[in-house]
C-alpha cells in the first residue's frame, strides 16, 4: 500500500514561488505500467479541487487557474513528485495534498483524473501554502 509525504509549503508574498515535494512509498515509479500522480488543493470553506495532474508517460494536465504558473514533475529515480508554483496569488492559498492512482488495469489519464479527484486511492496528509497579498 502506498504512503506519501508532503514538504516544501509555506508563507509566501503574493509573485513569489515554492516547490512541494511529495515522496512517494510502498511503489516504485520506476517501470510500473500504469499511475496518475497529481497534487489537490483545498482552501478554507471550500471543496477540494484538482491542481495538476501527471500519468506514468509524463502526460500533464492544469487545472485553467494554474496553466503558465505552476508545473508538475516527477522523478522516478527518487520516488517523488514535485509542483514548482511560481507568480503565486492570494487565491491560491490553502492545504496541498499530493495524491496517487495506480491503475492494475490499463493507462491511466491525466485529464481524467484531474477532472475526477475521487478517482485517486491514496492521499497525504497536505502541505499548507500561504500566499500574502
Known amino acids: 500500500e502506498a504512503a506519501l509525504v508532503e514538504s516544501g509549503g509555506g508563507s509566501v508574498q503574493a509573485g513569489g514561488s515554492l516547490r512541494l515535494s511529495c515522496v512517494i512509498s510502498?511503489?516504485?515509479?520506476?517501470?510500473?505500467?500504469?499511475?496518475?500522480l497529481g497534487w489537490v488543493r483545498q482552501a478554507a470553506g471550500s471543496e477540494r479541487e484538482g491542481v495538476a495532474v501527471?500519468?506514468?508517460?509524463?502526460?500533464?494536465s492544469y487545472a485553467d487557474s494554474v496553466k503558465g504558473r505552476f508545473s508538475i514533475s516527477q522523478d522516478s529515480a527518487k520516488n517523488t513528485l514535485y509542483l514548482q508554483m511560481s507568480d503565486l496569488k492570494p487565491e491560491d492559498n490553502g492545504m496541498y495534498y499530493c495524491?496517487?492512482?495506480?491503475?492494475?488495469?490499463?493507462?491511466?489519464?491525466?485529464?481524467?483524473?484531474?477532472?475526477?479527484?475521487?478517482?485517486?486511492?491514496?492521499w497525504g496528509q497536505g502541505t499548507r501554502v500561504t500566499v500574502a497579498s
Open positions: 510502498g511503489y516504485f515509479l520506476h517501470g510500473y505500467p500504469s499511475y496518475c
Open positions: 495524491a496517487a492512482r495506480f491503475n492494475e488495469e490499463g493507462p491511466c489519464s491525466s485529464d481524467d483524473v484531474l477532472e475526477n479527484i475521487a478517482l485517486f486511492h491514496t
Open positions: 501527471i500519468a506514468h508517460d509524463d502526460t500533464t
